[in-house]
């Protein structure tokens, strides 16, 4: 909203706000002097600034936004000495934009993390221009959290602009890390044409901080584009970069610090609308995320474009997006035997196996069936809007031939041992419709009822003994079999959760128990993020169970999708879920997961014709930061996101851990 300079010079408009919340300051024995600097008002400390010090400080405004924040808006002023945040209401919006000369009058005070300026009254004298110079930080200085509401200047390449209602955040990837920088939402601004693109980003370094008023993050308020400078053009196409081999993604290149968008080429060989897209160049294929729900043929030839990245020890593309070509093919996929699948050299490629068929998880949110061969198990997965629904028309016993991805996980033990190569630890082949499955022998009509009643009449006879043998031995084969496969089942059951087919608690322990032996071993870090749902039961009670399962199902695909496929998702029951995130560089990327986690659960659910809106809580608990002992993990996981929801819900808290702190500063 702007006004004339004029009325605002001679007439000085004065808009007083308070803020309602904040304790009320202690009445001082002495009087107090006026503090006149941001610099004065800010690098004080908390108990002091509680004292309520008058302010009056004269300045620039460098960011305004009302509606970034339920409990208030955001303002921060700069003057010569340095930038300070005052406390205003949302509501109502005031006649503020960067660049406005005010004059700041209140008292000080201490807010979230730092001393802000509370009581604030403003009174606009003109317009000004931001500052010029501006800080340079480095990613550790600003996790340090002394730049606190300072204007700052990072740099980087733009690898997702994400909208919201009123906002919109722009993620940087930069020398130290990756940023967010969030500024107010432009509707007709091309924020598309960023992606890929080298930009420098002026604004407020802000700390994402948890209710100890403890620094755990960084991310930039920016108060428009104005302040977005690009130093680098990113291309007008994407498409029209080079494209390169799929093996080139990740190799060695010399003075590399970030990379670029990267563009491939090949062969459509598998398509879940909205979730995965598997290619093929040659040999050589690759499967990446993609939201997109365009529909693709198989054997269209498509280009694929992203940020390289690893996923489950493997190369990948981030935000990624294809277009597809003119050019068609029939993609052949090589018959292949389950040893050269557990070898790896075939991961992500067309593949054709033959196995036996031992069973179907049906818990499980994609069919899932269970074959042998040989002394392997390898599994064949089909989604449900590929006919992957309900029990699938194959019997157990039947010798079956798959068509599909190979899809090979590495072994989180073993992957970086010796030599440092990764290590194959499972395999699953990823079909595309009930067309990728062929009988090729079913199982025999000789049951051993069938078998009981032939050799019964063949018993009146004089081989009637002999033939009572072979049904016998014949028949304790089969039940030796069958309670093999029962056991199996039995122990996939006792793991897992039936309705959203996530771990339970049994197997979550398990894995924790291990986790934090190799975090312990290799001297990396654990992350456990306790989830809880806001607003569940309000589902139930209106909606009924039935849509309180679909949300829980819908809860638990965003939570698989939201991770890494080395980390744990676990369901503890109700709408309670934990997840397990192992061999974190920094304590600090648990907080960066469980916000994406808040972020995609916010995300509406349409359940039967009916938009559900619902949050998270999220406690978050690391090892060995705070503690080894896996019971105390999930104890102050617990402790956290019980934190989370006094602090107003649809957030993440960070438990810290006071009695080790005490002991290690006596």
């Known amino acids: 909203m702007r006004f004339p300079r004029s009325i605002a010079a001679c007439c000085g408009i004065a808009l007083i706000c308070s803020v309602a919340t904040g304790q009320q300051p202690k009445s001082p024995e002495r009087p107090l002097r006026t503090l006149t600097t941001a610099h004065e008002a800010h690098d ?4 002091e600034a509680a004292r309520g010090y008058p302010v009056r400080i004269r300045g620039t405004v460098t960011y305004y936004d009302p509606n970034i924040d339920p409990r208030h808006a955001a303002l921060f002023v700069h003057d010569s000495t340095g930038s300070i945040f005052i406390g205003l209401p949302s509501r109502p919006i005031l006649p503020l934009s960067a660049g406005t000369f005010v004059e700041v009058t209140g008292i000080s005070g201490g807010a979230d993390y730092a001393p802000v300026i509370l009581r604030g009254s403003v009174k606009v004298i003109g317009k000004s221009r931001l500052p010029q110079g501006a800080v340079r930080p480095t990613m550790a200085e600003l996790l340090s959290g002394g730049l606190d509401g300072q204007w700052v200047e990072i740099e980087g390449i733009v690898h997702s602009v994400q909208r919201q209602a009123m906002n919109v955040t722009i993620e940087l990837a930069t020398i130290g890390g990756t940023i967010a920088a969030t500024g107010p939402l432009e509707p007709k601004a091309d924020y598309d044409s960023l992606v890929d693109g080298t930009v420098q980003i002026r604004g407020n370094a802000v700390p994402v901080f948890n209710h100890n008023r403890e620094n755990v993050g960084a991310r930039v308020l920016y108060s428009s584009l104005n302040v977005v400078k690009v130093v680098q053009k990113a291309p007008p196409d994407p498409y029209a970069i080079p494209a390169i081999p799929v093996p080139q993604l990740l190799w060695f290149s010399p003075g590399e610090v970030l990379r670029h968008r990267a563009h491939i080429r090949g062969l459509v060989t598998l398509h879940w609308p909205g979730r995965m897209l598997c290619i093929q160049e040659l040999s050589d294929g690759i499967c990446v995320q993609s939201p997109k729900l365009d529909h693709v043929r198989i054997g269209q030839m498509v280009d694929v474009v992203g940020f390289p990245g690893v996923s489950e020890f493997k190369a ?24 050269q699948l557990f070898h790896g050299d075939h991961d992500a490629e067309l593949v054709q196996i033959e196995g036996e068929l031992i069973g179907q998880d049906h818990a499980a949110v994609d069919s899932t069936l269970m074959l042998r ?42 992957t970086g041992e010796g030599g440092g190569s990764v290590q194959p630890g499972s395999v699953s082949i990823m079909l595309r419709s009930l067309d990728d499955v062929a009988v090729l022998n079913a199982p025999s009509w000789w049951t051993p009822g069938h078998a009981l009643v032939v050799f019964s009449i063949l018993g009146a006879f004089a081989f009637s003994s002999f ?24 122990r996939h059951l006792s793991e897992h959760d039936v309705l959203t087919g996530l771990p339970n608690r049994f197997l979550l322990n398990d894995r924790l128990g291990i986790s934090l032996k190799r975090a312990d071993r290799f001297d990396s870090t654990l992350g456990l993020l306790m989830v809880d749902l806001d607003g569940f039961k309000e589902v139930n009670d209106t909606l009924g169970h039935h849509a309180g399962d679909l949300v829980l199902c819908e809860v638990a695909a965003r939570l698989r999708r939201s991770v890494r496929e080395t980390d744990t998702v676990a369901r503890l029951g109700g709408d309670e879920f934990i997840v397990m995130l192992p061999d974190l560089h920094l304590a600090a990327e648990a907080e960066s997961i469980a916000g994406k986690i808040i972020s995609a659960i916010s995300e509406p659910i349409e359940v039967d014709n009916t938009t559900v809106n619902i949050s998270a809580s999220i406690g978050i608990c690391t090892s ?17 996101m019980y934190q989370a929801k006094a602090a107003g819900k649809n957030r993440y808290q960070v438990h810290r851990n006071v009695e080790r702190l005490a002991q290690a500063h006596p």
């Open 316 to 339: 990948t593309l981030d935000n990624a997006s294809f277009r597809p070509t003119e050019k068609n093919a029939s993609p052949t996929a090589a018959s292949v035997s389950i040893q």
């Open 373 to 414: 061969s040989g002394e392997f198990l390898f599994s064949a997965v089909l989604p449900k809007d590929a006919g992957g629904s309900g029990v699938l028309p194959w019997k157990d016993g039947s010798t079956i031939r798959v068509t599909g991805i190979c899809s090979v996980r590495m072994d989180p033990k073993t």
């Open 44 to 47: 004080i400390s908390l108990d």
């Open 624 to 640: 060995p930061d705070q503690t080894k002992d896996s019971e105390k993990l999930l104890q102050y996981a617990d402790i956290a």
């Open 467 to 490: 033939a009572w043998i072979f049904v016998l031995r014949r028949r304790v084969h089969q039940q030796t079999q069958a309670i093999r496969v029962s056991e199996e089942r039995l």
